[in-house]
């Protein structure tokens, strides 16, 4: 079992920043890649970004530019550093993990709303 903990969310006007954090704890050696995903009111979970073990990330194109994510494999922990934020950006973030054997695994989300 891995638990994961989110942290960061909030409401920021547009322009602003925030910093998403996701801490993963118990079977926590699986895990390769790290990421976040996103669901707005009415729309499907889409893909954010995503952080290999390797360090290679990758992201939606509607964030390039504007948000890095990041990890911190010592502390298990994995970062979304959102910048520019836009109202569209509003949404329930979800952290993400993928442990080799056991698959994916998801945090509980973080609220994220943009205000105009």
């Known amino acids: 079992q891995v638990r994961l903990v989110e942290s960061g969310g909030g409401l920021v006007q547009a322009g602003g920043t925030l910093r998403l954090s996701c801490a993963a704890s118990g079977s926590t050696a699986s895990i390769t890649t790290m990421g976040w995903y996103r669901q707005a009111p009415g729309k499907q979970r889409e893909l954010v970004a995503t952080i290999s073990s390797g360090g290679s990330t990758d992201s939606i194109d509607s964030v390039k530019g504007r948000f890095t994510i990041s990890r911190d494999g010592a502390k298990n922990t994995v970062y979304l550093q959102m910048n520019s934020l836009k109202p569209e950006d509003t949404a329930v973030y979800y952290c993400?993990?993928?442990?080799?054997?056991?698959?994916?695994?998801w945090g509980q989300g973080t609220q994220v709303t943009v205000s105009s």
């Open positions: 993400y993990v993928y442990r080799t054997l056991w698959g994916a695994a």
